[in-house]
């Protein structure tokens, strides 16, 4: 069984920046895409970015984060990061980290790709 625990949320200003990130458990980390999903109140949850295996050297973002957020992976460390910067009060949500279920060798791209996900943490931008 694979567990997944997100540190880093909180409470920042608009404009500000945060990272968290994402502690998994199991050997096999390197061989999965990992990604990230944010859920708001009131709304459905929602992709935001992911990496692809191993090397980590394809990414994928949603629009609305493109350019102000930077997903990376430590495969040593079992770790994949989200860097947060120029935050928005639209940025506000319980953030996820997900693995796929099947190796595919290319990020992720919606939530029927994933098969486990992370408590969440909750991010807060204030205005």
């Known amino acids: 069984q694979v567990q997944l625990v997100e540190f880093g949320g909180g409470l920042v200003q608009a404009g500000g920046s945060l990272r968290l990130s994402c502690a998994a458990s199991?050997?096999?980390?390197?061989?999965?895409?990992m990604g990230w999903f944010r859920q708001a109140p009131g709304k459905e949850r929602e992709f935001v970015t992911a990496v692809n295996w191993r090397s980590g050297d394809s990414t994928y973002y949603a629009d609305s984060v493109k350019g102000r957020f930077t997903i990376s992976r430590n495969n040593a460390k079992n770790t994949v990061y989200l860097q947060m910067t120029s935050l928005k009060p639209e940025d506000t949500a319980v953030y996820y980290c997900?693995?796929?279920?099947?190796?595919?060798?290319?990020?992720?791209?919606?939530?029927?790709?994933?098969?486990?996900w992370g408590q969440g943490t909750q991010v807060t931008v204030s205005s």
């Open positions: 997900a693995r796929e279920g099947q190796i595919t060798g290319v990020p992720m791209r919606t939530a029927r790709d994933v098969a486990y």
């Open positions: 199991g050997r096999t980390f390197a061989d999965y895409s």
